[in-house]
């Protein structure tokens, strides 16, 4: 085979088609990317970047008498994002593989990477339950909450009334709980939980089983035991801010060997701008 038809073969993995493919699917399918907002995302080239987020002083509102009309000044308040994630993935395609390569083979190697970017992004999100007010956990550490079928639904109505009494549940904004697959096999036996085939509306999240207590549910595997305990995180989206970028994807060739080296580097950051937003429940593992 020539050089030239080597090129030819071996054009499914040009860098810049990998990066807009795999930006494209990062945008999709992450169960946390359903749950944050993105909505002061700037932009992002290296790590360390920050990204400036205003949020609007609160209006108070006061009784008129006669025409006395006092003015309050707005001072909005500004905090910043900083990009200190930074995470890449590497590895080496031999010549023999890449005569043979195809578009197929390219989606199969892009959708790896992007299970694998997934899992630690999902991993930082959730870890964000160290946020949570304390007025807004259901259990605690000492003294975890023991899930079952029967059990299940009170324990979220708790759950997401603690959002609502921290006036986080407005009209319009939909609150999401996130749990994992333990936790789903107790849910799914609950009389209670509308699976995603029988909710009425369309608001459903995507990716979402359905709706327990007024709540979206999200599934993830990457909700693991932290000491013999579950963190089951919910919220809104107006919560978190999430910022990304996929700032590079290149190949190059391998001095030491007949092969090309393909590598890519992710950048992303995540601040909880509204902690009463968030919400948890702290549930044991040896029940859940």
Same mark, same amino acid.
């Given at each position: 085979?020539?050089?030239?038809?080597?090129?030819?073969?071996?054009?499914?993995?040009?860098?810049?088609?990998?990066?807009?493919?795999?930006? %494209?699917?990062? @945008?999709?399918?992450?169960?946390?990317?359903?749950?944050?907002?993105?909505?002061?995302?700037?932009?992002?080239?290296?790590?360390?970047?920050?990204?400036?987020?205003?949020?609007?002083?609160?209006?108070?509102?006061?009784? =008129?008498?006669?025409?006395?009309?006092?003015?309050?000044?707005?001072?909005?308040?500004?905090?910043?994002?900083?990009?200190?994630?930074?995470?890449?993935?590497?590895?080496?395609?031999?010549?023999?593989?890449?005569?043979?390569? %195809?578009?197929?083979?390219?989606?199969?190697?892009?959708?790896?990477?992007?299970?694998?970017? @997934?899992?630690?992004?999902?991993?930082?999100?959730?870890? =964000?339950?160290?946020?949570?007010?304390?007025? %807004?956990?259901?259990?605690?550490?000492?003294?975890?909450?023991?899930?079952?079928?029967?059990?299940?639904? @009170?324990?979220?109505?708790?759950?997401?009334?603690? #959002?609502?009494?921290?006036?986080?549940?407005?009209?319009?904004?939909?609150?999401?709980?996130?749990?994992?697959?333990?936790?789903?096999?107790? #849910?799914?036996?609950?009389?209670?939980?509308?699976?995603?085939? %029988?909710?009425?509306?369309?608001?459903?999240?995507?990716?979402?089983?359905?709706?327990?207590?007024?709540?979206?549910?999200?599934?993830?595997?990457?909700?693991?035991?932290?000491?013999?305990?579950?963190?089951?995180?919910?919220?809104?989206? @107006?919560?978190?801010?999430?910022?990304?970028?996929?700032?590079?994807?290149?190949?190059?060739?391998?001095?030491?060997?007949?092969?090309?080296?393909?590598?890519?580097?992710?950048?992303?950051?995540?601040?909880?701008?509204?902690?009463?937003?968030?919400?948890?429940?702290?549930?044991?593992?040896?029940?859940?």
């Amino acid at each position: 085979m020539t050089d030239s038809e080597f090129s030819t073969t071996y054009s499914a993995f040009i860098p810049e088609i990998w990066s807009k493919k795999l930006s %494209n699917m990062l @945008e999709k399918n992450c169960v946390m990317m359903q749950c944050v907002n993105r909505n002061w995302e700037g932009d992002i080239s290296q790590q360390g970047d920050k990204v400036k987020i205003i949020t609007p002083a609160s209006v108070s509102v006061s009784t =008129l008498t006669g025409d006395n009309i006092t003015y309050s000044s707005l001072t909005p308040t500004s905090t910043e994002l900083v990009i200190d994630q930074k995470k890449f993935f590497a590895f080496k395609i031999d010549d023999v593989a890449k005569a043979q390569t %195809n578009t197929d083979i390219m989606e199969a190697h892009l959708n790896n990477a992007k299970k694998a970017i @997934e899992v630690v992004q999902d991993s930082y999100l959730l870890s =964000l339950h160290t946020d949570v007010p304390s007025a %807004n956990i259901v259990g605690s550490a000492e003294s975890p909450v023991t899930l079952n079928k029967s059990t299940i639904y @009170e324990n979220f109505v708790n759950l997401a009334l603690t #959002l609502k009494n921290s006036d986080a549940v407005q009209t319009g904004v939909r609150p999401w709980v996130v749990i994992n697959p333990n936790i789903e096999a107790y #849910l799914l036996q609950s009389p209670e939980f509308i699976n995603a085939h %029988n909710v009425a509306d369309t608001t459903l999240r995507e990716g979402a089983i359905g709706r327990i207590a007024g709540m979206d549910v999200l599934v993830s595997t990457n909700l693991t035991e932290v000491n013999d305990m579950y963190y089951v995180l919910a919220g809104t989206n @107006e919560a978190v801010t999430f910022a990304s970028q996929l700032a590079k994807i290149e190949s190059l060739r391998d001095k030491d060997s007949f092969s090309d080296l393909v590598r890519g580097l992710y950048l992303y950051g995540a601040k909880t701008v509204q902690p009463k937003a968030l919400a948890k429940m702290i549930v044991s593992a040896a029940t859940a």
